[in-house]
T-cell receptor, first 114, second 117 residues
């Protein structure tokens, strides 16, 4: 079974608007961490934001925020005030328990229009 | 400071040949990871090192793939008898390890694009 599901293969967003990228996850371990990475066309993976399973508050990092709904097993990324430089592939990933490896979703391509 | 570096950035080889891909992690990072990313997909885990030893090699697809990290720093991913299906971007990442934490942010290198003709 897929550990991370990203159902939106591609999205368009107008500059300065907000966009929400969906991510659902599957784990039976009570301790886990959720990560979002950005991958521009240059190919490098850039860490954006992290949410731990025991964190009481939703994570925020500048224009990035994570809408963490534990009961629904979802960890959606919200990018506010989109910029042209936000055009990239975005990946949701999870680390479970004592396991250090990351399991990635298939990604969502975001295209910001001027 | 310097990030994770990978060499070569591109490698073109012929089916059946042997290739080596190198990863230089961030200095001081004890953990090193290899992932493979096929076109249009998310990275898939291959192997993870803690120090010199492979702590988890469950993602290696078959015995043609092997990786080493002899001195606990630089790592080499080795692929024998390459096949066209091995064509992908091979990503390396490194991290510190904080026990009792699910964080342990992984820092990725730029990847090596392998093309098997």
């Amino acid at each position: 079974a897929q550990k991370i599901t990203q159902t939106q293969p591609g999205m368009f967003v107008q500059e300065k608007e907000a966009v929400t990228l969906d991510c659902t996850y599957d784990t039976s371990d009570p301790s886990y961490g959720l990560f979002w990475y950005k991958q521009p066309s240059s190919g490098e993976m850039i860490f954006l934001i992290y949410q731990g399973s025991y964190d009481q508050q939703n994570a925020t990092e500048g224009r990035y925020s994570l809408n963490f709904q534990k009961a629904r097993k979802s960890a959606n990324l919200v990018i506010s005030a989109s910029q042209l430089g936000d055009s990239a592939m975005y990946f949701c990933a999870m680390r479970e328990g004592d396991d250090y490896k990351l399991s990635f979703g298939a990604g969502t391509t975001v295209t910001v229009r001027a | 400071g310097a990030g994770v570096s990978q060499t070569p950035s591109n490698k073109v080889t012929e089916k059946g040949k042997y290739v080596e891909l190198r990863c230089d992690p961030i200095s001081g990072h004890t953990a090193l990871y290899w992932y493979r990313q096929s076109l249009g997909q998310g990275p898939e885990f291959l192997i993870y090192f803690q120090g010199t030893g492979a702590a988890d090699d469950s993602g290696l697809p078959n015995d043609r793939f092997f990786a080493v990290r002899p001195e606990g720093s630089v790592s080499t991913l080795k692929i024998q008898r390459t096949e066209r299906g091995d064509s992908a971007v091979y990503l390396c990442a490194s991290s510190l390890i904080w026990e009792d934490s699910s964080y342990n942010e992984q820092f990725f290198g730029p990847g090596t694009r392998l093309t098997v003709l």
